[in-house]
């Protein structure tokens, strides 16, 4: 079993940053993806970005590239998420989501492990 825990959402105005971490325990041995999704009031779940533990491959959706950067630290089992240049329209709750397998991972469905969500909201 895998526990993820995200922290550093909040409020913050246009044009400005934030940094999210999520926080893996557990077996994390049997996580190869971790990805960051996202949720906005009345909209599906989208893919934001993902990391894989050992190659560090890295991917991002189309609304976020250029300005997300996703890492990881593995010596404290923890990936972040670096949002720069917010937007109003990135106002949404962020999730960490794990996986095993890199097939599928820009799908929500496929990913076994979720933390709880993050509020993060970018005021115009």
């Known amino acids: 079993q895998v526990q993820l825990v995200e922290f550093g959402g909040g409020l913050v105005q246009a044009g400005g940053s934030l940094r999210l971490s999520c926080a893996a325990s557990?077996?994390?041995?049997?996580?190869?993806?971790t990805g960051w999704f996202r949720q906005a009031p009345g909209k599906e779940r989208e893919f934001v970005a993902a990391?894989?533990?050992?190659?560090?491959?890295?991917y991002y959706g189309d609304s976020v590239k250029g300005r997300f950067t996703i890492s990881r630290d593995n010596a404290k089992n923890t990936v972040y998420l670096q949002m720069n240049s917010l937007k109003p329209e990135d106002t949404a709750v962020y999730y960490c989501a794990g996986k095993r397998l890199i097939k599928g991972l820009t799908r929500a469905s496929e990913y076994e492990y979720w933390g709880q969500g993050t509020q993060v909201t970018v005021s115009s």
């Open positions: 990391i894989t533990w050992s190659g560090g491959l890295t």
């Open positions: 557990g077996r994390t041995f049997s996580t190869y993806v």
